[in-house]
């Protein structure tokens, strides 16, 4: 069992949502069961994982077998492989995303339209999340990245708000185009890979596998994306050029400003369960494509291009937040301020330093938590009125006490006040970003002075959201039902509770989750640092 | 005997547990319960605190530093940080001042607070200041302390909107918070700046290697001067000084009890301990001292003269602490952190009492906050008035009262260093005599000027508030003699106890001469004088001849300016506030929705359009078909050709 614990965890889901088509649509206890039921076991699978994990930059639980070999004459050998494995950044956001999950499965308890088809493409988008974030081999990895969108674009425009097509099929055309560009990037990687062991004796094997695509030995010569030839496009030259568009490709996912429209749309007119999947787990598939494929594999494209992608991080921050104070709508808000914070995973990814990248990771996983409680707070207000306008709303906490004070701790924890998880990852960002200029000469320290204002923004947004809607004499916009606002329920407890202790945790005791993310930062900054000079002076 | 490691870490422990229990139970506590709670809390806090002095005390001077580290908080690369306490004689005597006067608030606000709704809210908030408090002065690390600093905000902040449904209350609550974080942040740059030069976090491990580069960090001043102005940055903001000090007289919308705790005795003197703390390496920063002493004097000043305008009992307090700050960061600025350090003390204890009993006079007449509806309350409420004339006497600086002989030390070592410093600080002094008996007079003497029914209802307060009050006064009374000059014949014990922590910055500050007993006398006979002829003349203006401040309108010229407070919160909205909520407006409507958003939408629609333009090409006939086939070949066998 030990073994296959990774596919149990990817695997479940999908034989759930099987078995989910066989059964007749009025069982509708019995969907939320089974996703429940599954969501469950995912977690009781997880825990030997995090038990067993040892801290080291290697890859852990993995799985390898053959998927696809395909001889094709003289182009070589295709080959493409079921491998599949963790480490200290993976493993942390497979913990958030079953964590999640579980709890959007909660969420989901107030569904009421086709529950059946709701509840299949949940446990599909599961298993793709899942999926991705364990996936070594770049086909595999690309075939759970696609995987999401369906599942994720059927959930906005079936269950959605009252803009859902257009929020949907905005959504679709986004991430389909930055699908395409990395498509396109993996192709040209296929082409210019070999796999190591397999090629030996004269028979030329392409691999996806992604290990193999870090290793700069294992570039075929005079082949598109080989780092002693690359081959000059235009401006830059072709290793460039794959870089810029993979990172196109996981900033449009990210979301990075001004490739963010599509985010506050989807929030707005997705439901609550599919807004904090969308939050706390999609939007993390952007950096950690970034981290898992964009860095390593053209690490000389990654410390050229720092500075820019650490001033596109910067523009986030600042953007986001100053488009959140402008927010008319609680969602909206959340969504850009979701892209405020994503900005610091850029930043610190950008730095190339270990602090910065651990602190990136940590943020990914901090804004996970935090954003799933942000969300599902405007869930538990839109359940009761149907409304979201911040100003049709004022002195909800004399009729709403325990939901307020749990709006007060996650919109602090949001801040990234000091105890709670996301100060952590804010200080590692700005340590790495501040150390760059002196270690790797990637960034300059004003960007870090200049991040810190969005923490000013933060706050600026965040206190007059809480004294227009939850201070002040209780008032209603008069359509809204003053009868509806009640306080929260046991359901909603359950949800929000864990939430905010998790952000507490994380922000109190942060070292065993660290532990396991800074081997990995560590070995990732080697290699970026050490493979980056070495491709540079060889041109 | 019980370990004193284990005793450090239950300091803030008491309160950390009294807040969880009351917070959770929020609903569920009777308001006895709460109030032994939290008040229990508290006491323990200060019992341990009182242990852990004495025990200082009786360790030789070389042992009473002592760290204790609970765990690793978070380490990565080379960064590390632990949750760690460090007791010293600086943190000592922050602890006492914390818990001791937190205590008596504490029970003062079970007086005070009595009919409030949100009774248990209120304590479960105070718990938990008083726990960030004490992590801010006990942390052994910049994170820790900066965690303590951002946590008091954070109960500043609720404290503050503490009464939500009044809008005005939040906004101030709102421009606390923001304000203060803009100076967090300037710390937090501060901090990370330390971190990534020196390579560590913790005092110990900073101060160490700054004194061991001291040669290369003050010839290459630029560094040390960054470091200390962005820490500065953030005591602007806490300790209330120009520019960030716009707050703090808006934050008396808080319950009084409150505006004593954190906004007179404790959180405001953040600032001032975060400088003493790091006394090595502002000894180094030359030009940062100087800005400290600038801004506290031009603060002190600047807040005095507001306050001589302003009517409402609470607001002349708020002006005064400001102004008193900026003394204290005066103290600093002149390389003299015990003085600053004692100053400290005494105006704890002062004006802890002085709003305590502003508070009183508050409760008395039914909350009723202008003096120029108080007046001839001495006799209805004697006790409350004994207390306050004590309070109105330390902070004028008559002697043997407390600000006495901290002020003096002040005042002394502006002397020594720079003439025209001594002028204006003794000016600030003296204006601070003259508009606390002004304060004093107006409520307390002269004619009763509170409607028939708020006099009718008049009532001396319960004996929960008027024991805060007795003690406070008692200290007000005798906290000075911890630090009795030389010239008057006392030793000094505070600079004494203090001296290992100062130790080691003395060799960088200059050297100035003693003041002879001479001039000290004359100094101290001079000042003295001076503020008794402003009391007098205070006197007779406003107990004598009943002169009653004019009405907001009838008010004209400087004075209006004065009662404005000089326009700065206009100014600030005018040129800060709206233009961000225009800039995020103006992002947000035509930036993202009219930029961005359309340029999406629009790549959306050509795709359609042109698609839809493209299908007319295809219209089903053939002898169209049939022509467009024939022009092709004619324009390929035409291109052939010309090669």
Redo the contacts between chains.
Sequence with gaps: MQHYLISLLIFTPLVAACICLFLPKKFEKAFRAVALIVNVQQILWLLPMLVGFRASGMFQFVERSNWITLNLGSWGVLKAEYLVGVDGMSLPLVALSVFVLLIATISSWSIQKNVKGYFVLLLILNAAVIGSFVALDFLLFYLFFEFMLLPMFFLIAIWGGPRREYASIKFLLYTLLGSILILVVMIGLYTSVSDPVASQGGLLVHSFNLLHMMEPMNFISNTILDPNNPWQIGWFNARYWAFLLLFIGFAIKLPMVPLHTWLPDAHVEAPTPVSVILAAILLKIGGYGLLRIAYPIFPEAAMHFGMFVGIMGVLSIIYGALNAMASKDLKRLIAYSSVSHMGFVLLGAASVTEEGIAGAVYQMVSHGIISAMLFLIAGVLYDRTHDRIIDHYSGLSSKMQNFTALVLVGFFASMGLPGFSGFIAEVMVFLGSFRSNATNGVLHESLAVIATSGLILSAAYYLWTLQRMFFGPFHLKANIESDAIVDLTSREYVMLVPLAIAALCFGIFPQPMLDMIDPFAKYLTALVIDHGKAITLNP | MVNTEFLISLVPLFPLLGFLIVALNV?RLSHGVTAFIACGAILLSFITSVVLFTKLLSAPEAERSITVTL?????????SANISFLLDPLSSLFLLIITGVGFLIHVYSIGYMHDDKGFNRFFSYLNLFVFFMLLLVMGSNY?LM??GW??VG?CS?LLI?FW????NY??A??KA??MN??GD?GL??GI??I??KFGSISYPDVFANALQNSEALKSHGILITWITMLLFVGAMGKSAQIPLYTWLPDAMAGPTPVSALIHAATMVTAGIYMIARNNVLYAMAPATLTVVMIVGLATAIFAATIALKQNDIKKVLAYSTVSQLGLMFLALGLGAFTAGIFHMATHAFFKALLFLGAGSVIHALGNEQDIRNMGGLKKYLPVTYMTFLIGVLAISGIPPFAGFFSKDEILANAFAQNKIVWVLAVGASLLTAFYMFRLFFLTFFGKERASHEKMHHIHESPKSILIPLIVLAILSLAGGFMGVPEVLHGSHWLSHYLAPVFASSTQFLAHHDHLSHATEYALMGGIVGATIILIIFAYSRYAKNNHVPATDETTTGLQRVLMNKYYIDELYNAIIVKP??H???V???F??RLG??KL?NAS?SFVVWGSRTARLLQNGSIGYYIFIMVIGIVLILVANNLK
């Design positions: 609903r765990y690793q908080w978070f380490a990565a690369g080379s960064f994170l900066f965690v951002e946590g954070l902040y909107g939500f449904k009044n809008q939040n906004d609550a709102n918070f923001i974080r803009v942040l937090l740059i990370v700046l971190a990534w961000l909520y800039i995020s407006a992002f947000e409507a930036i993202e961005i958003d999406v959306g």
